[in-house]
């Protein structure tokens, strides 16, 4: 079962990108940004470190109903709280 946070995220959230750019799910990416600062990132930083040290694990994949998650590189994510953040 999808959470309720994620739903709202799938529908709200449009991509902007083309589709060949679309390697992130840009939902799941900000669920798993909202999951790492609640465990206590406090800074993009720390938001990829978490993301690079628990995306991959069966619980974090199960909970979002996938079997592969790609997360973004450094960069890419900064990108990401850059847009965000305006």
């Known amino acids: 079962m ?5 739903k709202i995220l799938k529908e709200h ?11 992130y799910s840009l939902p799941v990416i900000m669920f798993l940004s909202i999951i790492a600062i ?6 993009p930083i720390e938001v990829y470190k978490w993301m690079k040290a628990n995306a991959k694990r069966k ?4 909970l979002l109903g996938v079997e592969f998650i790609r997360i973004p590189g450094r960069s890419r994510l ?5 847009i965000v953040d305006k």
């Open 13 to 23: 959230i449009s991509e902007q990108a083309r589709p060949q750019g679309r390697q």
């Open 59 to 62: 619980e974090i994949k199960k």
């Open 2 to 6: 999808e959470p309720e946070l994620l």
């Open 78 to 82: 900064y990108d990401f709280f850059e």
């Open 38 to 43: 609640l465990m206590g990132a406090k800074n």
